[in-house]
């Protein structure tokens, strides 16, 4: 399971001719009767949702939570909020940008408030300040691997620099059987997916503003030519799978599982599906990107999809119940693996490589109001979409000799068209 794409700007300003509030609030403010939370968790709606819904009717007496499951959730969402009725609680869809929030969703308080109770709402999905959503669970950054193939290989610390990392994946090839790094490079997101390291090679919350900011971001010494060069240097190396052209995500899965493959750079959400492939699910484990500021790894941690209030909704005391209920006690983002929203949670089991070499777990700041999201822009007018994954196909296939082109030819390239971009952005 991972996140959709973020739809485009068409979209968000037809939403916005349909968003209206309900000026009486719909809600007398006591928690009672009926409300309808819409999900995406088709898998499990009818089992431990089951469970969530019991416990919350048994703790607020005299009220009823219906659940609807939807398989696209982005696509149908996006048609239903065209209307009133996109049910009381939702996850907020990646189409509304920020400030879209206010239209379509109830406030849940102000960033300084909040931010002294949970995990992700100083960037995520607040406008302004104000808080409209509330993450069902977070997720860290670096790589998900198979414990008894390193141990097998002689490896069991977490490599603290790229060459280090690239020793490892050497003696994982010249040791065992397993294909030491998988780039999963047919589907092209999971490529995207080393843009998660971006302020795990810093250690910086700020890495991300400040890379909106920078003309050479492939200039020797920056984040992105450390994680981008570990990337090409495996692959020129022999360190990943034969043919790129066949990978199969879905098949991965079982082939890290069973030690066929023994690493791969993706977010701490692949932990548990991972596990659920694995013959022993105690063999995966969780890696930091292999690199370290003053001593410490790094790793940075976001927020999933985030639950919200229907700015429509005729019962907005009982939805408000259940998103903070949710949120607090029903522990579901423990149970998935993730990190819990709360702050004075612990991190999960799934993350205890993480824990366990000391790694400190960073959120990234916030961006100055006009500058929001300009690295994915310049990115994307440039042709550099970073968590598309196009751009690491092209250096997949320059190093394993498909392309005629050198790495620092790439990176050249990459921050030429990058300083462009950036000129005309301003």
Known sequence: MRKYAVAGAALVLSLALAGCGDDNGGSDGTVAGEITVLTQRT????????EYKKTFEAKYPGTTVKFEAITDYEGEIRIRMNTREYGDVLLIPNSVTADMLPTFFEPLGSVDDLEKKYRFVRSEQSF????YGIAITGNAQGFVYNKRVWQQAGVTAPPKTPAEFLAALTAIRDRTDAIPLYTNYKDKWPLGQWEGARGAVSGDPEAGIKLGRDDAPWAPGKEHFVLDSLLFDAVAQGLTEPDPTTTNWEQSKGLLGSGKVATMMLGSWSI?????????PTDIGYLPFPHQVNGKFHTVMGGDYKNAININSKNKATARAWVDWFANESNYAVDQGGISPVISQAMPATLADLTAADTEFIELAPAPKGEEGLADKVGNEAEIALYDGAYRQRLVDAARGARNETRDQIFADLNRKWAETRAKLR
């Open 43 to 50: 898998d499990i709606v009818n089992t431990v949702f089951q």
């Open 128 to 131: 302004e300040g104000t808080v």
């Open 272 to 280: 548990v599906q991972m596990q659920d492939a694995a013959p022993e």
